[in-house]
Each structure stands twice: as C-alpha cells, then as structure tokens.
C-alpha cells in the first residue's frame, strides 16, 4: 500500500513554493494565471493530480489534509506551511495587495 502522507510531506520538504493542483480545476486555472502574470510560475512546484485515477486523486486529497490541513485545490504552501487557496488570491487581488503579499513570502 501507498504511504501517501509520507509522499507528501517528502513532495512539500523539497520545494519552498508548492501548489497542489489539478488541470481541470478551473480555481488551479486562475491560480496558474496569477504566477504567469508575475511572472514566477517556474518557481511554484505544481503537483498536478488531474489526470490520476479518481481513487488515487481522492488518497492524495486525503494525505494533503492530514499533513497541511487543507485538500483544497488549489493549495499553495510557502516552506511547508498553508499559505493560500484561491480565496486568499481572489480577496488579495481584490483589495489591491496581491502584489505586496506575494513580495512578503519572497516570491516576488
């Protein structure tokens, strides 16, 4: 049997900007459009479930929550710990400090 949790926090330890992600999910869409319009997309890890097994997608999720508290899609972690969803993006974004939060994680 898989150790998804173990997977996980191995997939977050090794990247100081992780996105779990799914290519048909229209939140990881925007959230993908927001790092290429900063240009920074090559610096978020993304872990792209999208084309997996439904049942493997759903272990991934579960391992997710179990190690960051969230299963969210997208998730973003800034050196292993919960940063945002696309909430956060959208509610920066709208109060004009997308760009000041992102600079406070060092990402810009």
Sequence with gaps: MVD?????RELIKGHQFFQLSASWCPDCVYANSVWKRFGVEDKI????????PRSEIEQWRQ??????G????PTV?????FW?????????????????????????
Excluded: P
């Design 70 to 73: 969230s299963r969210n899609l």
């Design 63 to 68: 391992a997710f929550q179990k190690v960051t």
């Design 84 to 108: 945002a969803t696309e909430s956060e993006l959208h509610r920066f974004e709208a109060a004009g400090i997308l760009k000041e939060e992102l600079k406070k994680i060092n990402l810009l």
């Design 45 to 52: 890890h993304l872990f792209d479930i999208g084309s997996l």
């Design 77 to 81: 972690l800034v050196n292993g710990k």
């Design 4 to 8: 998804y949790v173990s997977k996980v």
